[in-house]
């Protein structure tokens, strides 16, 4: 697209040279803050050997934008101090001492899923992850689009997540364009690392995603399948990344630790069983 489009909180910006949308979640305001979604009551959060499991409680209540998405991105944050201190980790989040980061109210709880079914922004974790395992389950609209950010930072001279931090594609191969190339297909590190075909299930379904990130080691994980593996920094990713649109784009990859981003791009996604583990 080349014409300008507005974000959700209403500010004007400029659209992506490429088929995503959405840029780095920006803090709420009031507005924001007013928005109600159907159908969540709480979050309940369990330890299970290190591990944060968000468990979404759908019931008939409403709540606001804020308390949504403040709980699920504290959620992932607590796996930071998880294996250290849980209970403080409770505590400083039941206290708001978080830093709070706020998106408009196109995603709501459906069904116990994470979904956005109108027009948003991305999700973004309140707390950057160096090395870590993010394990998530996926469901994508026909001709759908989506991602996860990792490694991800907030530059003013980057306009958009992606253009610091790699994304794992989310996508229905058999309809959107972007399943044409196994460069941007379902599974790949979106531009670099292409995932072999067959893998994904049918728009729909509810396909497996793991995610590894430890140093410059990075795995993506499909359907139990390791559908990509390489080295940030290596040669070969150093070439590839020089071939490609981040060429231009200096912070690209280059994080040691960085926000983990789930991707608005204009199409229904939901998301659940969110589980994130802090590696050493």
Same mark, same amino acid.
């Not at 991602?147 to 594609?169: L, V």
């Given at each position: 697209?080349?014409?300008?489009?507005?974000?959700?909180?209403?500010?004007?910006? $400029?659209?992506?040279?490429? =088929?995503?949308? /959405?840029?780095? +979640?920006? %803090?709420?305001?009031? &507005? !924001?803050?007013?928005?109600?979604?159907?159908?969540?009551?709480?979050?309940?959060?369990?330890?299970?050997?290190?591990?944060?499991?968000?468990?979404?409680?759908?019931?008939?209540?409403?709540?606001?934008?804020?308390?949504?998405?403040?709980?699920?991105? $504290?959620?992932?944050?607590? =796996?930071?101090? /998880?294996?250290? +201190?849980? %209970?403080?980790?409770? &505590? !400083?989040?039941?206290?708001?001492?978080?830093?709070?980061?706020?998106?408009?109210?196109?995603?709501?709880?459906?069904?116990?899923?994470?979904?956005?079914?109108?027009?948003?922004?991305?999700?973004?974790?309140?707390?950057?992850?160096?090395?870590?395992?993010?394990?998530?389950?996926?469901?994508?609209?026909?001709?759908?689009?989506?991602?996860?950010?990792?490694?991800?930072?907030?530059?003013?001279?980057?306009?958009?997540?992606?253009?610091?931090?790699?994304?794992?594609?989310?996508?229905?191969?058999?309809?959107?364009?972007?399943?044409?190339?196994?460069?941007?297909?379902?599974?790949?590190?979106?531009?670099?690392?292409?995932?072999?075909?067959?893998?994904?299930?049918?728009?729909?379904?509810?396909?497996?995603?793991?995610?590894?990130?430890?140093?410059?080691?990075?795995?993506?994980?499909?359907?139990?399948?390791?559908?990509?593996?390489?080295?940030?920094?290596?040669?070969?990713?150093?070439?590839?990344?020089?071939?490609?649109?981040?060429?231009?784009?200096?912070?690209?990859?280059?994080?040691?630790?960085?926000?983990?981003?789930?991707?608005?791009?204009?199409?229904?996604?939901?998301?659940?069983?969110?589980?994130?583990?802090?590696?050493?």
């Amino acid at each position: 697209m080349d014409r300008d489009h507005r974000d959700g909180g209403g500010r004007r910006r $400029r659209a992506r040279d490429h =088929a995503q949308r /959405a840029g780095p +979640a920006r %803090r709420g305001d009031a &507005a !924001q803050r007013d928005g109600r979604h159907a159908g969540l009551n709480g979050l309940n959060f369990r330890f299970c050997g290190g591990v944060v499991v968000l468990n979404i409680v759908p019931t008939g209540d409403t709540v606001t934008t804020a308390r949504l998405v403040t709980a699920v991105a $504290r959620g992932l944050t607590l =796996a930071l101090t /998880a294996v250290a +201190a849980p %209970r403080i980790a409770l &505590a !400083q989040t039941a206290s708001g001492s978080a830093t709070e980061r706020l998106i408009p109210s196109g995603w709501g709880v459906r069904e116990g899923a994470l979904t956005r079914a109108h027009p948003a922004a991305d999700i973004i974790t309140t707390e950057k992850f160096k090395n870590f395992e993010l394990t998530l389950e996926w469901n994508i609209a026909p001709g759908g689009n989506s991602g996860i950010f990792y490694r991800a930072s907030e530059h003013p001279d980057d306009n958009a997540i992606y253009w610091s931090a790699p994304e794992y594609q989310i996508l229905d191969d058999a309809r959107h364009p972007d399943g044409q190339s196994r460069l941007t297909a379902a599974g790949s590190d979106y531009g670099l690392y292409p995932s072999p075909a067959g893998v994904v299930k049918p728009a729909g379904e509810w396909n497996t995603t793991r995610l590894v990130v430890n140093g410059n080691h990075v795995e993506h994980w499909l359907n139990g399948v390791k559908v990509v593996e390489y080295e940030l920094g290596s040669p070969d990713w150093e070439a590839k990344v020089k071939a490609s649109k981040f060429a231009t784009h200096p912070r690209y990859g280059r994080n040691a630790e960085g926000y983990i981003g789930l991707q608005e791009h204009e199409f229904r996604v939901a998301y659940r069983n969110i589980k994130i583990r802090a590696l050493p």
